[in-house]
Every structure is written in structure tokens, then in C-alpha cells.
DNA sequence: TATATTATAGATAAATAAAGTCTTTGATTA
DNA sequence: TAATCAAAGACTTTATTTATCTATAATATA
């Protein structure tokens, strides 16, 4: 079990946003540059963004992405939710009778997992950061 | 992202094994049956639990599989940590310069999953088992 | 000792999911 | 109208998960 790329990708994009976007809306290539990574699949990965309301998009020239909320009202979670789903982590797939007690407890540690990230804003990172990200 | 099956079948053994078996040694057969799943596969699962140390094998007539704790020392993560490994569910791949900032919070986050797990035991739920397990 | 029983291990196959590419379409601006 | 940029769909490649099959090794008991 791995979060997938797809989410690093998401969560340095959103950090990049955060941290230095101005007004204007930045491109794809420009944000697929930082990453080493295709423009065409960040494309995607910005497409999910957009549809779970974090950024906005505009076409044609001087395009591109900016967020859609204030830096304080974006969670890790938002962005986690996003791009992996918000499907429990756990599916018991056995016909047992009754409830999977083994499945309440693996829904509840997740609970515990997603709380901190929740919590965790973007605007919290975004002030430690160094020319790195 | 998700758990694999492997490890929901895990959990049902283990679970299986503290509720029910006494002191004899169980076969994988009976316990495959049981969950549906073919007695080559779960084997396979059984001898990761066996390495991390969870349970014992014992070949030949009458012999199997029964656990090596008391069933009070044995958590979820225990179990959770043989079939899926220790390894961080997120690894940022980017190479910047410094330490990675998602990557630090994404492993706290990953922590508190893993104290609930830690700290929640196979003997707590044995007891508050049906017959559905 | 021979036979039945049971776990272990390796090779391999099938199914599913993740990662990535290519191309077309549609929207916007200058 | 031409250049620019996002969105979407089809497709390919790669990796992982979920098995299956077969052979080998260990043990008990008749």
C-alpha cells in the first residue's frame, strides 16, 4: 500500500501555488517543469484539482491554474481526497453474517490519519519553505 | 491506495486463531476454508506471519499453524507491519535540495494510523466476537 | 521403515491498478 | 485569425496484487 504519485504531485503543486503564485494563473508547463514531469499527465492530475474545487482554470493565453481558496482553508486532505477518492482503505470483502469488527477498527485508525491531515493546512508550509520546493 | 486482501485475510486468521484455537495446531485448509480463499495462497500469507514471529508452524500429520503471543501482545500492527512491510506509505521521488515538508507531514499523519493500530489488540476484539468470524 | 499429512518455496500466469503518452477538441486572448 | 492553453479520450507501458501449480522438505503414526 503507497499513496501514489499522483498525489506527491498534487500536494507540491498546490504547495507551489500556495507559496509563490501571484493573481496570474501559471501553466502547466511551467509547473510540470518544476516537477520533472510530463505536462500532459499533470495536466490531469490539475484536471482532478479543478473538479474538487481547489483551483480554477483558464483557457487560452496567459492561462493556467490558481487556487480557489484562501491558502488557510486548504487541507492535505482536500488535496489527498482529490486525487485518491475518499473510499475507506479498508474493504473486508468477506460475507460474514454481521459487521467486520476487523473492519471498524481499520476505519477508525484511518479516522486518526485523516484528522491530522484535516488539520494540517497548506498555509503552514508555505511559510517554512525554502527555494527548494 | 488501499490494504491488500492479503492483509484483510491476515487479520481474519489471526483473529480466527486467538478467539478460537486451542492449544492444537490449525491447517491452513481449515482456515482457508473458512475465509474462502485457496489454502496455496493464505500458506503464503501464513508464512510471512510466521517470520514476523506471530505464529508457529508445525509440518506433518496434526500439524499447522497456532500462535506464538498471548493474544493480549498482539496488535494490528503487528500483523499489518508482516504483510504489507514497515516501509512510509508516502515517498516523495522529487529530488530537491533540502528535506521534504509534505513528505515530514505525511509521515506524521502515517503515525497516528499506526499508534491506533499499535495499541489496539487482538484480545480486545476476541471477546466481543459472534460466530461470524 | 513406509505412507500419509502438512508446511515451504519457486516459477509462472492472470487480473488489476498506476503511470505515462499521444492526439483531438474546445476555450480564450491578442 | 493565429497563437496559446486546458480538457478529454484512447491507448500503451509498467508495476503490483492475486492467485495457481508443482516440487520439496519435515513430521507423525501405522
Redesign the interface.
Known sequence: ?????A??YA??TM?FLVAYAPDKPVGVQQLAER??VSPTYLSKILTKLVKAGLVESASGANGGYRLRRRKEEIS?LDIIHAI?GTAS??????N???E???QQ??V???G??E???RN?MMSE?AG??????
Open positions: 500500500m503507497k499513496y501514489s504519485k498525489t506527491n500536494l507540491h504547495l516537477q520533472n492535505f485518491e482503505l479498508f474493504d473486508c470483502t468477506l460474514h453474517s454481521s467486520c469488527l476487523i477498527e481499520m477508525k485508525a484511518e486518526q490519519m484528522e491530522y491531515l494540517k508550509l517554512k519553505l525554502t527555494e527548494s520546493h
